[in-house]
């Protein structure tokens, strides 16, 4: 049997699980957003019947994105303070669950979700990730590895990201250095269809950079060339970290 591993985007699901929650009071959210999660959690551990598994949360900042760019996630909606002083609790609660986890200060999860989904495949691991963050579209580049939407039941791997899009996944930095995604700038006054098109026309940002200051989508870009390499490194998700984390210590069930 070949081994399985799936790693759980922690904030990705208990967030979305907690605005979802209706509760008389704060603490009893929280309450029912645990017991939610461990459900959700038990039902994707059921559907994708892995060998090993681990949920990774996301270090205190600042990351090396922030370095890089002090704005990074400024305008994101800071979690309540209620939910962030028991993340303890859903930690422990998956651990009763036999899931491993991981947080390291300084360490976003997608980077060393990446990392690990990386050294896997390396490794001949099939590798799921359960995760609505479209960042984890750009590892689609190995049919070993599925990016699982639990909220809508649906895999996304190179297919439907060349459906979505048109374009495949390991272009889709590139795509995002101009058109932005979350927490990404991008390049100003390009937009999702911009990007799109310049993408489908030259292939990648290089390429777009060769038209010089053109009029339209690829002259802004050309123009705000140091903005959108920014965004590209700042869009690519880090697959080299060195963890200290072992396969056969994340074995589950």
């Known amino acids: 049997m070949r081994p399985h591993l799936l790693l759980i985007d922690a904030l990705n699901l208990i967030r979305r699980i907690h605005a979802a929650v209706r509760a008389p009071d704060e603490n009893s959210q929280v309450d029912g957003a645990i017991s939610s999660t461990i459900s959700s959690l038990s039902r994707a551990l059921h ?16 990351t090396w994105r ?17 939910l962030n002083n028991r993340l303890g609790d859903f930690n422990n609660a998956f651990l009763q669950l036999g899931v491993k986890t991981f947080r390291r200060s300084g360490l976003e999860a997608d980077d060393v979700i990446a990392s690990m989904a990386s050294k896997a495949m390396g490794a001949g691991v099939a590798v799921t990730i359960l995760s609505t963050d479209r960042s ?5 580049t190995d049919p070993s590895i599925r990016l699982r ?43 999702k269809q911009g990007a799109a098109r ?28 140091e903005q959108a390499l920014l965004s590209q490194r700042l869009a690519t998700l880090a697959t080299g970290l060195e963890l200290g984390v072992r396969l056969k210590d994340l074995r589950f069930g």
Request: proline content about 7%; some cysteine; glycine content about 12%.
């Open 136 to 140: 984890f579209q750009q590892l689609l």
């Open 47 to 62: 559907d994708s019947q892995p060998t090993h598994a681990l949920v990774v949360f996301d270090g205190n900042p600042p």
């Open 149 to 191: 939407d639990h909220f809508q039941k649906q895999d996304h791997n190179a297919e439907t990201v060349f459906r979505q899009l048109g374009f495949r996944p390991e272009q889709l930095v590139d795509y995002w250095a101009m058109a932005g995604n979350g927490d990404i700038p991008g390049v100003s006054g390009v937009g």
């Open 66 to 82: 922030h370095e890089l760019y002090p704005d990074y996630k400024s305008q994101r909606k800071p979690m309540p303070d209620i």
């Open 198 to 225: 310049l993408m489908l026309e030259f292939g990648g940002l290089e390429q777009v950079f060769q038209q010089g200051e053109s009029k339209g989508a690829a002259g802004k870009v050309c123009v705000q060339k």
